[in-house]
């Protein structure tokens, strides 16, 4: 008769294991499906961010081409220091722009602002250009000093290239990636 007693409760043992065994299991598969969740959304923060870097790079790249390059003298401040009286255009990936700044020009600063947009990326490019036939001129941009002083006679550049990712008329919401370069040469 005992052996009957202790086979009983052996079935409901083993009932119990599986249940905390399957419980177990439960949990651990549910902490890694949780992982790879939060892994699969740091993924498309990082696409999207790399989005946004790749496309302030493409106009960084593309200004500097166009001030260094012998063909292009859309930026160059003649030697008497005036302004060109021509539209400022230039291409880069693809698309011409315009500059949209109107050849702004504040005492031996003129700036420039070209924008292109590629549908999934935006990019907004400031282009500062310093020239003095008289003294050396500070370099500053939007209230910061990025260069004591452009010599002389010598022109000093400064590109500000902000990329999104998103289209230029969709910069709004909290889903948009901004990053932006800053060259000075």
Not at 99 to 127: H, V, Y
Not at 149 to 160: N, Y
Request: with cysteine; net charge negative.
């Amino acid at each position: 008769m005992s052996n009957r007693h202790i086979q009983k409760n052996t079935r409901g043992f083993t009932i119990l294991i599986a249940v905390v065994v399957a419980s177990i299991v439960l949990s651990i598969g549910l902490a890694v499906l949780g992982i790879v969740f939060k892994q699969l959304q740091i993924s498309g923060i990082a696409h999207e961010s790399e989005t946004a870097f790749h496309a302030a790079y493409a106009g960084a790249e593309c200004a500097e081409f166009n001030d260094r390059s012998e063909d292009q003298n859309e930026f160059d401040v003649p030697g008497n220091g005036s302004l060109q009286s021509s539209a400022t255009n230039i291409t880069c990936m693809g698309v011409s722009s315009t500059n949209s700044n109107g050849r702004a020009r504040s005492g031996d600063e003129q700036r420039f602002e070209f924008t292109w947009d590629g549908g999934n990326a935006c990019t907004i490019l400031s282009f500062y250009k310093f020239y003095s036939t008289s003294s050396s001129v500070s370099v500053i941009v939007e209230g910061t000093q990025l260069r004591s002083d452009c010599p002389v006679g010598a022109e000093c550049s400064v590109v500000k290239a902000r990329g999104y990712n998103a289209s230029c008329s969709g910069l709004t919401g909290d889903r948009v990636v901004e990053r932006e370069i800053t060259i000075v040469f």
